[in-house]
């Protein structure tokens, strides 16, 4: 725990978005003693990707014992590893090249409610959901307002 209240606000403060969060690393530096807290922090995120990072310095600890990537920013060491974990981590099914990959969360929602109602056998409640997905009424309004048009 953190003696400094504004140490463990932000400590309160990560943790709460950690919850959250999409992807979390570990991180603990290889050349100096494992700090205790990270296993305390493997627990409460078993999926984080866990990294040893300066590891082009002499090692304090064992990496592969603990189950962690040794990385090195200076030597560059497995730094391609430790992308391409990422990207899987985040991305585990990507697009081929060329296919469309939504970007908005309105995209997002709307394809994803589409095919919820195609696994209901609600096919057209679907067509209607692509159908809105094509038409965006607040491009259309910034459209015609850039055009000195009503939107309408």
């Known amino acids: 725990a953190a003696a400094d209240p504004l140490e463990a606000e932000g400590v309160t403060r990560t943790r709460e978005r950690g ?6 690393l570990l991180v603990a530096d290889h050349s100096q003693p494992l700090d205790p807290a990270i296993h305390a922090l493997r627990d409460e995120y078993p999926d984080a990707l866990a990294i040893a ?6 090692p304090a600890w064992s990496a592969e014992k603990e189950g962690m990537l040794p990385v090195s920013a200076q030597s560059k060491q497995n730094l ?6 990422i990207a899987h981590r985040i991305a585990p099914n990507p697009p081929g090249p060329g296919e469309p990959v939504p970007t908005r969360p309105r995209h997002t929602h709307g394809l ?5 109602l195609i696994q209901q056998a609600e096919i057209s409640p679907a067509i209607d959901a692509l159908r809105r997905l ?3 009424p607040a491009a259309a309004d910034q459209r ?9």
Do not use: F
């Not at 391609?80 to 974990?85: E, I, K, N």
């Open 144 to 152: 015609a307002s850039s055009e000195g048009g009503s939107g309408t």
């Open 19 to 24: 919850q959250s969060a999409d992807l979390i």
């Open 112 to 116: 994803e409610t589409a095919i919820r």
């Open 134 to 136: 094509r038409h965006d």
């Open 80 to 85: 391609d590893t430790l992308v391409a974990a």
């Open 53 to 58: 990072s300066k590891s082009d310095l002499p």
